[in-house]
């Protein structure tokens, strides 16, 4: 039987053409994943995470967006559609993975395991709404889980801290 997953390098993720990647890569870096959507009132924090991405990227930084229609079908577009309108609207730059689910029986096992690292309010091991954000140190453990409603520029302190 293998182990319990330890750290996101125990993952892989696939990209939006449908190539499976595996996250190993990302160890020694630090990762925000987020469940995003397009047509979302959370939806202008791509831009947030773009900035994000352009402070710190050089440092060692990486965003890993995952697309999710879990939430009011808010994510409605194939791949194309998604990344187009992330590259016209919010000058995207980051990279965008393929959509996912976040919670039920589909769940992708990278967000079981984000959701058991670090719960919700309560407890809760369910994300509630699109742009709940995971915060991954360098040796590849979640740090904190973050709500939709915090916005991106409130979690420089955290990131800098890691980086």
């Known amino acids: 039987m293998r182990d319990s997953p330890r750290t996101i390098a125990d993952f892989s993720a696939v990209l939006p053409n449908g190539e499976e990647v595996s996250l190993a890569d990302r160890l020694g870096k630090v990762v925000l994943v987020v469940n995003t959507a397009s047509k979302c009132g959370f939806t202008p924090q791509y831009s947030g995470l773009e900035e994000l991405w352009q402070k710190y990227g050089e440092r060692g930084f990486e965003v890993m967006a995952f697309p999710c229609n879990q ?39 990278l967000y079981e395991w984000l959701k058991t690292q670090a719960p919700g309010l309560l407890g809760s091991k369910s994300i509630k709404w699109n742009f709940t ?20 520029a409130a979690l420089t302190g955290d990131i800098e801290a890691l980086l």
């Open 71 to 109: 939430f009011g079908g808010q994510e409605p577009g194939d791949a194309d559609e998604i990344s187009a309108f992330c590259e016209v609207n919010f000058g995207l730059s980051f990279p965008l993975m393929g959509k996912v689910e976040v919670n039920g029986p589909g769940t992708a096992p």
């Open 133 to 152: 954000k995971f915060l991954i140190d360098r040796q590849g453990k979640v740090v904190r889980r973050y709500a939709p409603t915090d916005k991106p």
